[in-house]
C-alpha cells in the first residue's frame, strides 16, 4: 500500500484524498489543514486522520472537537508520497520540509515549473515522472490542452496549436474573486501564460494562448484551433477523441448547450461533488478545413486534475506503467462517460468509454 499524505484540504486537496481513498493500492495517511472548518469536519467524517498545517494553530481544532493526529511534520514523515494541495505558492515553500524527510511529494499547477523535476500529464509524458521525487500536476488548463494535444501528435503530427481560453473568475466557495460584472482580457498580454506551460509537456510544440476571465464559476471553455501536419476529416478526429479515455465527445441531441447543462449532467448522474474528470467536447463543434481542426471543450477546473495526481503517485513510485494506472484510475473513480446517458448507473460510477 502506498501511504499518501495530503498536505492543504481545499478545493484540490479535499478530491485528491478521496480519489486515493478509492485506490486499491493506495491508503489515506491523512490530510494537513490550517483551521477547523467544515472541510475539517467532513475530512473527519471520511476517516482521514488530521494534523495541524501550522502547529501553532493545533489548538483550535482541538476547541471545535476535531481530534488532532498531530502535525503536519509527522504526516509528511509518516507518508510515501505527500501531495501539496496548498495555494499557489505555498507549495514552493514547503519544497524544503518534504525533501527534509525525504518524502517524495507532488505539487500543483500553481506553482512554477521549477518546483519540479518534471511537469506531468499522465497522457502525455507519464515515463517523465517514473521514480522522480518531485512532479507537478500541471494546472486544469494544461491539462485540458495536453489531453487533445497528445492524440492530435500523435496520430497527425501538430504544426501550430491556437487556444483562446474563456476562463472563470473563481471557484464556487472564492467568493473573493471576479469579476462580477465583466469580461476581462486576462492577462491583457498576448500569449498568455498557458501556452508556456504546456511546452512543459511538450516542449517542441508551437503554440500561443489567449485568455479571458468572465462572471461564472461553473467551467473553464476553450475555443481551439489547430493545425495539423496532414489534411484530416472532422470524422475522424472525433473518432479519434473518442476514443480518448479522459475525452468525452458530447452527443448531438443530448440538448447539452454549455457549461450549466453539463454539469447538471454531472449531477443527476450522481458524481461525486458533480464532478467532470474529463475533458468535454462538443462534438458539433469538431470542424476541419484541409488541415485545420476547430473545436470547442469545457474543462471542470475543480477536478480534471484528480485523475492525474493519482497517476503521478503511481509514475513516482514506479508502481505501475502509463496504460495500468490509467486504466486503474479510470476505473475505480468511474471516469469515462459513454455517450448514452442509460450508460450511468444510479451511483453515478460508469465503466470507461473505451473499456
Ligand atoms: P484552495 O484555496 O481551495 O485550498 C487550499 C487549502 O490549503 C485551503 O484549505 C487552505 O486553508 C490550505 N492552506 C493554506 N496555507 C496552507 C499551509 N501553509 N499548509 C497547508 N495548507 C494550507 O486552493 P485549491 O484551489 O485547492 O488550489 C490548490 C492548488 O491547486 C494551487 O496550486 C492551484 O493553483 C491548483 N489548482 C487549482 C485548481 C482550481 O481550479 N481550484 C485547478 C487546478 C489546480
Redesign the pocket.
Known sequence: MIRVGV???????KRVADAVAAQPDMEVAGV????PNF?AHTAVERGYPMYA??PERAPLFSEAGIETAGV?DELVADSDVIVD????G??AENRSLYASYDTPAVF????GSDVAETSFNARSNFEDARGADTVRVV??NTTGLSRIVAPLEETYGVEKVRATLVRRGG?PGQNSRGPINDILPDPIDIPSHHGPDVKTIFPSLSIETMGLKVPATLMHVHALNVTLESDVTAAHVRQLLEGESRVYVIPEGLGIDGAGKLKDFALDAGRPRGDLWENCVWGESIATEGRDLYLFQAIH??SD?IPENVDAIRAMTDSADADESIELTNRTLGVGLAGDPAGFSRSGRVEAADD
Open positions: 498536505n492543504g484540504y481545499g478545493t484540490i486537496g494537513a489543514k490550517t483551521q472541510e498545517a501550522i503536519v494541495c496548498t495555494p499557489s505555498i507549495g500543483q499547477g500553481g506553482e494546472s486544469c471557484d477546473q475543480e486534475v
